[in-house]
């Protein structure tokens, strides 16, 4: 069976790797075949994550033929904490966002 593989080291870099598999193989066999635990060093990192088409997966997910696993890793900063310090630099509540063009003689808020 072929499953493919996809693992974002860093931000804006991508690895993709296919690999062939004999049928009941797991995500660790893919992983092991594909030479990502070595090379990322994947066992020694706690805050790694799997996937499999986008669902949460262990080592010892059973895999099928034309399976995408996905090597997830662990956040820098939090989305809500960034989207928060963006909001702010733009300006604020008056000048970003659904309230920054009024109508004039328009009330508050629309």
């Not at 996809?6 to 790797?17: L, T």
């Not at 928060?84 to 920054?100: C, D, I, S």
Request: glycine share 8%; proline share 6%.
């Amino acid at each position: 069976m072929q499953i493919s593989l996809a693992y974002a080291p860093s931000p804006r870099e991508v690895v993709q790797a296919e690999v062939s598999l004999p049928e009941g193989s797991t995500v660790v066999d893919a992983l092991l075949a594909a030479g990502w635990r070595e090379r990322f060093a994947l066992d020694t990192t706690p805050d790694i994550g799997f996937g499999v088409w986008n669902h949460p997966a262990t080592l010892r997910t059973v895999l099928k033929d034309r399976d995408r696993v996905e090597v997830y890793r662990a956040l820098r900063v939090d989305p809500k904490r960034a989207r928060r310090e963006r909001f702010n630099q733009q300006g604020g509540k008056k000048t970003a966002g659904l309230f920054a063009r009024r109508r004039a003689g328009a009330k508050p808020g629309y």
